[in-house]
T-cell receptor, first 113, second 114 residues
Framework: DVKVTQSSRYLVKRTGEKVFLECVQD?????MFWYRQDPGLGLRLIYF???????EKGDIPEGYSVSREKKERFSLILESASTNQTSMYLC????????????FGEGSWLTVV | AQSVTQLGSHVSVSEGALVLLRCNYS??????LFWYVQYPNQGLQLLLK??????LVKGINGFEAEFKKSETSFHLTKPSAHMSDAAEYFC????????????FGKGTMLLVSP
């Protein structure tokens, strides 16, 4: 079975802290994604990566960075967390070509206080 | 740029009634189309997708959707709702070339009453 695992389901962080959200996939997928989900806004793409050390900005990259040192792992970094980054974060992965199914992890609920 | 419009943030049906969730897209060329479902406190699960071939696509849990190019629509239907169908449903589009990034609609919450 396909598996995308997000390391933390629930996190509470303080304003200004550096936050790492980790994601691992076991399907040898080329593409990995970070989405943010907010009520009434749907899912919005933060960053994606199509290969190790490669990254592309999505629709809302401001305030975030990413790291992909190994094919199976994709990290989302909040350099200085702010309260408006309180949200649900979803990691996903897929094979390279468009049309392939994108598989999602169960999400990480981040609260910034 | 692509965009997706889901009509109705909430749709309520009775158990056994027809489910119809509407999705319209905007794209310069016909895209690939997807429906995902999200149950409470879970990630998204693929229901069905249209890439090529037959425009009527069948998915899991008895759902189906029809790609209508002339109407730029990809509505999701199920003949008879079940209580377990209560969830949030997302329509999404992607380009047909290159990476498989998805652009999502804002979601429709399906409420099923006994």
């Amino acid at each position: 079975d396909v598996k995308v695992t997000q390391s933390s389901r629930y996190l509470v962080k303080r304003t200004g802290e550096k936050v790492f959200l980790e994601c691992v996939q076991d399907m040898d997928h080329e593409n990995m994604f970070w989405y943010r989900q907010d009520p009434g806004l749907g899912l919005r793409l933060i960053y994606f990566s199509y290969d190790v050390k490669m990254k592309e900005k999505g629709d809302i990259p401001e305030g975030y960075s990413v790291s992909r040192e190994k094919k199976e792992r994709f990290s989302l970094i909040l350099e200085s967390a702010s309260t408006n980054q309180t949200s649900m974060y979803l990691c996903a992965s897929s094979l390279y070509r468009a049309g392939n199914t994108i598989y999602f992890g169960e999400g990480s609920w981040l609260t910034v206080v | 740029a692509q965009s997706v419009t889901q009509l109705g943030s909430h749709v309520s049906v009775s158990e056994g009634a027809l489910v119809l969730l509407r999705c319209n897209y905007s794209s310069s060329v016909p895209p690939y189309l997807f429906w995902y479902v999200q149950y409470p406190n879970q990630g998204l699960q693929l229901l069905l997708k249209y890439t090529t071939g037959a425009t009527l696509v069948k998915g899991i849990n008895g759902f189906e959707a029809e790609f209508k190019k002339s109407e730029t629509s990809f509505h999701l239907t199920k003949p008879s709702a079940h209580m377990s169908d209560a969830a949030e449903y997302f329509c999404a589009v992607s380009d047909t070339l290159g990476y498989s990034t998805l652009t999502f609609g804002k979601g429709t919450m399906l409420l099923v009453s006994p």
